[in-house]
């Protein structure tokens, strides 16, 4: 039993590789969730909102 | 703690987490009822031969059928599943059931302030509601309490994994089905906080507290909201897939590792897509249209061909296990056909990747979008992604949850197997008149295309009549699959025999 | 199991039908990417994105007062018929329920053509060619376009605009 128990720790011991920590990270996960999206599509778009230019006059 | 043990799955299921996810069911097909009366009414008014309504209702019945069918039906059926993925799925329990009831309680509120508005003639205009278009403010109050309801609900989510793991109910990852929900959840978050921005200020608006409110802006923030809460579905409709390819199969994901990686990307790069409404609009770049349209560099497009891979991958694997081994197609025939909850989910695939995903990814492109954009072929594109896909796998998921979660058998299950089927028909004839129509410049959104009244008339290729036709055939056979449904599921929860405990 | 927590690593290497449909997806995907900004170049036909802010709906109405004035050739239904300078700039006025004024375009030549809504959202479809465009107040969108090809065009409004709606059509020329 207790060589049992010490094979099972040892296998615990196998680090888990790094990008499958971060798939487990849901909260970092959340993060990227919103800030990209909000990022590129809503701050980029309000951004090119605010710097259209007026019209201009014209003789037409 | 009140558990019980399913005695089909083997799950604990907690007993607040069963109520909600019954209540919460329940009060989305009724929805789902509601919108899809809706549907008929204007779809029938769309069939040129038959041209039923009066403007007025038909842009009335128009707003409702987006509310209720796009919004209403899908949200609360997705608030079922979050605490079947977050809780029931873990074995574990649903933390503070007060918060699910809140959350339950503000979205039923909601929802029934927008449809009592509506149907009183006081907002009409459109799921949109583009501004300057005015609509009482009780519409708008509707809209933020219903979406504070469910931004409620989506963070139950969050309490209940984060509870899960203090409880040790996992050790390190999530299920593929709850990762699913944990990405659909991210998105919601996304989108409701897009809600709650423009929301706010057009309430204030509406009621005269602010003058103005930019038609632009307008534009760009609601599609925050419009487009990604279809995104929320596309998650949870995948997130269903798999988990009804393991519950009915057994199957399991061929590789965990390319499935959520495509969970993953869905969570950075889905959202962005909103932009797919204002390709023709003024004002952006086109390195802002084509960034955004292409969901960044089509990666979202990618994890759907990559789950399109990885489904049908995983429920071959399980069916050859059972030893339809015969040939290359074996474990297709022999596949449970005859279970709604299996039909229904391959229908939904098949649906949603030709009819409703390739469509989208195509009128989705700077160019094409021109000659697209408004078009019927918009309306067709997502009745081929939430109705075809969406509905489609969420009924076929609720046919799982009669014996799982109400402990009930299925009434007319005879019915009830052949039901997916014909929805399937229907709604895709829907599909493929409208994007038929939308190709030969037929509007959506639109009254009457012989003009009547106008200073100048169009007449439109005679070949749109026989596809707006097939349309309407098409929403009778939907509807008639719908009803069954309805009759079913509400049926089975009420009269079913109960199931051995 | 997508219903069971799955095993403690499962961070592995693909097999090679994965690897090779990874590799198909991706490639295809990065493709129909790649196309879009190059169509941009190469391309002749992309939405335009000039635009300006119209801070006073006057000033808008001014411009298609003055080109209705100067280029007016005929009248149809109430509404002016305006032949303007080929290759100038055009004005387009949609309100609900109507397009003003009606244009006629010389085929070949490049125009200008300034949209913009009096009153709310509406979409510009030119038909039978199927394009469209959003009209949105406030904002002038400037279409600079060349008609290739002559004949009569109707212009459609396909953005719900209130009960009217179906009632706003509007024409356009091509000579």
Same mark, same amino acid.
């Given at each position: 039993?207790?060589?049992?128990?010490?094979?099972?720790?040892?296998?615990?011991?196998?680090?888990?590789?790094?990008?499958?920590?971060?798939?487990?990270?849901?909260?970092?996960?959340?993060?990227?969730?919103?800030?990209?999206?909000?990022?590129?599509?809503?701050?980029?778009?309000?951004?090119?909102?605010?710097?259209?230019?007026?019209?201009?006059?014209?003789?037409? | 703690?009140?558990?019980?043990?399913?005695?089909?799955? #083997?799950?604990?299921?907690?007993?607040?987490?069963?109520?909600?996810?019954?209540?919460?069911?329940?009060?989305?097909?009724?929805?789902?009822?509601?919108?899809?009366?809706?549907?008929?009414?204007?779809?029938?008014? !769309?069939?040129?031969?038959?041209?039923?309504?009066?403007?007025?209702?038909?842009?009335?019945?128009?707003?409702?059928?987006?509310?209720?069918?796009?919004?209403?039906?899908?949200?609360?059926?997705?608030?079922?599943?979050?605490?079947?993925?977050?809780?029931?799925?873990?074995?574990?329990?649903?933390?503070?059931?007060?918060? #699910?009831?809140?959350?339950?309680?503000?979205?039923?509120?909601?929802?029934?302030?927008?449809?009592?508005?509506?149907?009183?003639?006081?907002?009409?205009?459109?799921?949109?509601?583009?501004?300057?278009?005015?609509?009482?403010?009780?519409?708008?109050?509707?809209?933020?309490?219903?979406?504070?309801?469910?931004?409620?609900?989506?963070?139950?989510?969050?309490?209940?994994?984060?509870?899960?793991?203090?409880?040790?109910?996992?050790?390190?990852?999530?299920?593929?089905?709850?990762?699913?929900?944990?990405?659909?959840?991210?998105?919601?978050?996304?989108?409701?906080?897009?809600?709650?921005?423009?929301?706010?200020?057009?309430?204030?608006?509406?009621?005269?507290?602010?003058?103005?409110?930019?038609?632009?802006?307008?534009?760009?923030?609601?599609?925050?909201?419009?487009?990604?809460?279809?995104?929320?579905?596309?998650?949870?409709?995948?997130?269903?897939?798999?988990?009804?390819?393991?519950?009915?199969?057994?199957?399991?994901?061929?590789?965990?590792?390319?499935?959520? $990686?495509?969970?993953?990307?869905?969570?950075?790069?889905?959202?962005?897509?909103?932009?797919?409404?204002?390709?023709?609009?003024?004002?952006?770049?086109?390195?802002?249209?084509?960034?955004?349209?292409?969901?960044?560099?089509?990666?979202?497009?990618?994890?759907?061909?990559?789950?399109?891979?990885?489904?049908?991958?995983?429920?071959?694997?399980?069916?050859?296990?059972?030893?339809?081994?015969?040939?290359?197609?074996?474990?297709?025939?022999?596949?449970?056909?005859?279970?709604?909850?299996?039909? #229904?989910?391959?229908?939904?695939?098949? #649906?949603?990747?030709?009819?409703?995903?390739?469509?989208?990814?195509?009128?989705?492109?700077?160019?094409?979008?021109?000659?697209?954009?408004? $078009?019927?072929?918009?309306?067709?594109?997502?009745?081929? $992604?939430?109705?075809?896909?969406?509905?489609?796998?969420?009924?076929?998921?609720?046919?799982?949850?009669?014996?799982?979660?109400?402990?009930?058998?299925?009434?007319?299950? !005879?019915?009830?197997?052949?039901?997916?089927?014909?929805?399937?028909?229907?709604?895709?004839?829907?599909?493929?008149?409208?994007?038929?129509?939308?190709?030969?410049?037929?509007? !959506?959104?639109?009254?009457?295309?012989?003009?009547?009244?106008?200073?100048?008339?169009?007449?439109?290729?005679?070949?749109?009549?026989?596809?707006?036709?097939?349309?309407?055939?098409?929403?009778?056979?939907?509807?008639?699959?719908?009803?069954?449904?309805?009759?079913?599921?509400?049926?089975?929860?009420?009269?079913?025999?109960?199931?051995?405990? | 199991?997508?219903?069971?927590?799955?095993?403690?690593?499962?961070?592995?290497?693909?097999?090679?039908?994965?690897?090779?449909?990874?590799?198909?997806?991706?490639?295809?995907?990065?493709?129909?990417?790649?196309?879009?900004?190059?169509?941009?170049?190469?391309?002749?036909?992309?939405?335009?994105?000039?635009?300006?802010?119209?801070?006073?709906?006057?000033?808008?109405?001014?411009?298609?007062?003055?080109?209705?004035?100067?280029?007016?050739?005929?009248?149809?239904?109430?509404?002016?018929?305006?032949?303007?300078?080929?290759?100038?700039?055009?004005?387009?006025?949609?309100?609900?329920?109507?397009?003003?004024?009606?244009?006629?375009?010389?085929?070949?030549?490049?125009?200008?053509?300034?949209?913009?809504?009096?009153?709310?959202?509406?979409?510009?479809?030119?038909?039978?060619?199927?394009?469209?465009?959003?009209?949105?107040?406030?904002?002038?969108?400037?279409?600079?376009?060349?008609?290739?090809?002559?004949?009569?065009?109707?212009?459609?409004?396909?953005?719900?605009?209130?009960?009217?709606?179906?009632?706003?059509?509007?024409?356009?020329?091509?000579?």
């Amino acid at each position: 039993m207790a060589d049992e128990e010490r094979k099972i720790e040892e296998q615990e011991e196998e680090p888990i590789p790094a990008w499958q920590l971060f798939y487990d990270n849901i909260m970092l996960l959340f993060f990227f969730g919103v800030a990209v999206p909000t990022l590129v599509y809503t701050v980029w778009g309000l951004m090119e909102i605010v710097q259209i230019p007026d019209l201009p006059s014209y003789s037409p | 703690m009140e558990f019980r043990t399913c005695s089909f799955t #083997g799950l604990k299921i907690h007993k607040p987490a069963e109520d909600l996810i019954k209540w919460n069911v329940i009060t989305a097909v009724l929805f789902l009822t509601l919108g899809g009366l809706m549907g008929l009414l204007i779809g029938i008014t !769309r069939w040129p031969s038959v041209h039923y309504l009066d403007p007025t209702y038909y842009y009335r019945y128009l707003t409702l059928h987006g509310f209720d069918a796009l919004l209403v039906w899908i949200i609360f059926f997705e608030v079922a599943l979050v605490h079947f993925t977050s809780a029931v799925l873990l074995n574990t329990r649903t933390v503070i059931p007060s918060a #699910g009831w809140i959350a339950y309680s503000l979205m039923l509120i909601g929802a029934i302030f927008v449809n009592i508005t509506t149907f009183a003639g006081k907002a009409d205009v459109l799921f949109t509601s583009y501004v300057p278009l005015k609509a009482s403010g009780v519409y708008y109050t509707g809209v933020i309490i219903f979406a504070v309801g469910a931004l409620t609900a989506f963070g139950h989510f969050f309490a209940n994994i984060i509870q899960a793991k203090r409880d040790g109910a996992y050790k390190h990852s999530l299920p593929l089905g709850s990762f699913g929900m944990a990405a659909a959840s991210i998105i919601a978050v996304v989108t409701l906080a897009h809600g709650a921005v423009i929301m706010i200020p057009t309430l204030l608006w509406s009621i005269g507290l602010i003058k103005y409110l930019d038609p632009g802006t307008y534009r760009l923030i609601f599609w925050g909201l419009g487009h990604p809460s279809q995104q929320i579905n596309v998650c949870a409709m995948v997130a269903a897939w798999y988990m009804v390819s393991a519950f009915v199969l057994g199957g399991k994901p061929v590789n965990e590792k390319l499935s959520r $990686t495509a969970f993953v990307l869905y969570i950075f790069f889905i959202n962005v897509a909103s932009e797919h409404h204002l390709l023709v609009d003024p004002i952006f770049s086109n390195w802002h249209k084509i960034i955004n349209t292409s969901y960044v560099m089509h990666l979202a497009v990618f994890a759907s061909m990559v789950h399109a891979f990885a489904i049908p991958a995983s429920m071959e694997v399980a069916l050859r296990e059972k030893g339809y081994t015969n040939g290359l197609f074996e474990w297709l025939k022999k596949a449970p056909w005859g279970n709604p909850a299996f039909s #229904g989910t391959f229908l939904s695939i098949i #649906g949603f990747g030709f009819l409703g995903g390739t469509t989208g990814v195509i009128a989705g492109t700077e160019q094409f979008n021109i000659i697209r954009h408004n $078009t019927f072929f918009i309306t067709g594109h997502f009745h081929g $992604t939430v109705v075809v896909g969406t509905t489609l796998a969420f009924m076929a998921f609720s046919y799982l949850l009669m014996p799982y979660i109400f402990k009930r058998e299925l009434i007319m299950p !005879r019915l009830a197997s052949v039901q997916p089927y014909l929805y399937f028909i229907g709604v895709s004839m829907v599909s493929i008149g409208m994007m038929a129509a939308g190709a030969l410049g037929v509007p !959506r959104r639109h009254w009457d295309i012989t003009f009547s009244g106008a200073p100048f008339s169009f007449t439109f290729d005679p070949s749109v009549d026989m596809f707006l036709s097939i349309m309407g055939l098409g929403t009778l056979l939907a509807v008639f699959a719908g009803v069954i449904y309805v009759v079913v599921i509400i049926g089975s929860a009420l009269f079913g025999r109960r199931v051995a405990p | 199991m997508a219903i069971k927590e799955p095993e403690r690593i499962w961070w592995k290497p693909y097999t090679w039908d994965e690897k090779f449909w990874v590799a198909v997806a991706l490639l295809w995907m990065l493709t129909t990417f790649t196309f879009m900004p190059v169509y941009h170049f190469i391309g002749k036909q992309n939405p335009p994105f000039e635009t300006y802010r119209v801070r006073n709906p006057e000033q808008f109405t001014a411009l298609v007062d003055a080109m209705v004035e100067k280029y007016k050739v005929g009248e149809e239904e109430g509404i002016p018929v305006v032949h303007p300078e080929p290759g100038s700039d055009v004005f387009l006025q949609a309100s609900m329920w109507q397009w003003y004024p009606i244009l006629q375009l010389e085929k070949g030549k490049t125009y200008r053509i300034h949209v913009y809504s009096l009153d709310i959202v509406h979409g510009m479809s030119i038909l039978p060619i199927n394009m469209n465009f959003m009209v949105l107040p406030d904002y002038d969108y400037v279409l600079t376009l060349t008609p290739t090809t002559s004949g009569e065009y109707h212009i459609v409004c396909n953005e719900y605009c209130g009960l009217g709606h179906h009632m706003m059509v509007g024409k356009l020329y091509v000579k």
